[in-house]
């Protein structure tokens, strides 16, 4: 399936079965979506806008930009790749603010935890010290919620830090941290880097491409290595580290005889006070007196990720579901904090019963219903909310649920989960998958990550995946792309069989783990770097991230958040593959984010819009790092032996996961 240059696959062109079922029904067909507003729209998308050589950045413009046409320089003279490398670097520091300021969030959280003033506890203790130990905090006699105050604060203040590197650089292989001092490019405050960003792709300031990407990266490096890393682990402290656990996702997950609230957004102080605040006695009772069977709570993008692994809650729907989710008519309350909510939401609800609830007073929207969420009353707010949700019970009109559309998954695959799974109990290592992927069963790793939109069609990522899978290349999957693979049927472990290459599918049936594992949230991208870090470290795939035979991609990105982490892993030293960026107006930008950037970062962009082309140029990426390291050689399939069996079968014990174990 194709989408015209208008972009965008037409109603008829879905092949999600229930978004299908679900918009086929007369209820649905009242509601305008997205697919509706495709077909109104009928403009192709802008060529300038496309190629990224519009500029609106001063008031002598907008100037579109036409390359090597010397009438057609914007009226400054600013040059196409000029402004194509503005726009870009635009993008990533929007996207490291957005993680950012959701990080600061929880960092905020996180010390309100310490101090005793939230429902939250600090639950990984083991997590706890270990980043106490990395920012250089003394633990030894001390109450971890001491010690938790003294991190948070430590950690509050990367934000604006003014000098010096930001401390979690040093996780890093040896050789990365030697590239980045090489470049220039260590981060030295969070905000300081979003801000010169921003200061330097102003009109006429930072007027060289190379010079724009260098502060991209520190940026990029900033919410990798920084927000986004201090947002999981800390996050992982206060909610559990996520462990392996069964789960279900699709529309399916919503019940017709329970009050259904969908938390969507991002920031899960929230939802996690929702998830506490349901099971609430008084709340119960209320939930019975309007007829009820229960509080049936789901999630949406990836608040719906953050719940989903650490508690096992059903997701109801990924970011371009999240209508569908609401088009159903059976949600009592979507409850939504920030990011990637689409504005539609709050008409999709006009004529039905279901409240749009709007929790974070920097993201309200008009039609909406603002309850402010205050952490220092968290449970209060969340029951509050619950209540409103439960009267409203009782309003709700038709509905239509795919009851049958629901699939079973296995999520919680965070580093620390794979590394116990592989190596076991007593020997918690990366050994198993570095000796995998050396004796060729595991031919490399691949990131699918990122969004959906509605460029192309909605099983990019299956298709993706499917190619990948074939050719023994494991998939860490995150966002909402982690999601389109759970609903496509390959987070379960049986998948092994039924889509992966020998190889692949003999280390899955060992271990028990599905052939696609869900590493969490967007911000969770930062447990892929460390997932690399420690392969690395492990020894025999090179000494840094530019030599593993990995490669990610994030092929249906829609936000800016998703160029921000590409950038950061470009950064970092792994390729990265998209289907579409806006550079391609500005011939010599283009060639170097294509090409030239790998001489500073042992690593670059790729582009490709074919599903299964953009697989193979994965794997041809991965195919020639197994070849520098000289693990290439068709080596002779080894049948495990006992010993080695007994080694990857220590990880049973995980709850949830394994062939046969329950
Ligand atoms: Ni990531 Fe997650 Fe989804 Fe994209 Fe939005 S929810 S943070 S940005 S759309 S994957
Ligand atoms: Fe035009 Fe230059 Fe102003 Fe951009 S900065 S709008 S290219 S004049």
Redesign the pocket.
Known sequence: MSADRTGRVKRNEITAPSTRDLLNQDLAKQVRTAYDRIEDRGMSACLFGSGGTC?????????Q?IDGVESM??????TADT?AARHFARMVAAGTAAHTDHAREMVRGFIATAKGETPHEIKDVAKLHKMATIFGIEIEGRDKNEIALELGEKALAEFGQQDGVLTMLKRAPKKQQKVWKKQGVEPRGIDREVVEMMHRTH??VDQDYRNLMLQASRCALADGWGASMLSTELTDIMFGTPVPRRAIIDLGVLKADHVNVTVHGHEPLLAESLCLAAEDEELLALVKKVGAKGINLAGVCCTGNEILMRRGIPVAGSFIQQEMVLATGAVEAMVVDVQCVMQSVAQVVKEKHTEIITTNYRAKMPDAIHIQFEESEAYASAKKILERAILNFKKRGDCYIPTDKKFDIVVGFSHETINYMLGGRFRQSYRPLNDNIINGRIKGVAAIVGCEHYKYADDVHFQIAKELLKNNVLILATGCAAQALGRAGLMRPEAAAEYCGAGLAEVCATVGMPPVLHVGSCVDNSRLLIALTEMVKEGGLGEDISELPACGTAPLWMSEKAVAIGQYFVASGAHVVFQNLPIAGAKAFNKYLLGGIKEQFGACWDVEEDPIKLARKMIAAIDGKREALGINKKQDRVLFDMEMRRDMQSGQGIPGVGCGQK
């Not at 500029?55 to 100037?63: A, D, S, T």
């Not at 320089?73 to 600013?78: D, K, S, Y």
């Open positions: 500029c609106r950045h001063c008031n002598m413009g907008p100037c930009i320089v914007g009226i400054c003279g600013a402004v009109m006429g």
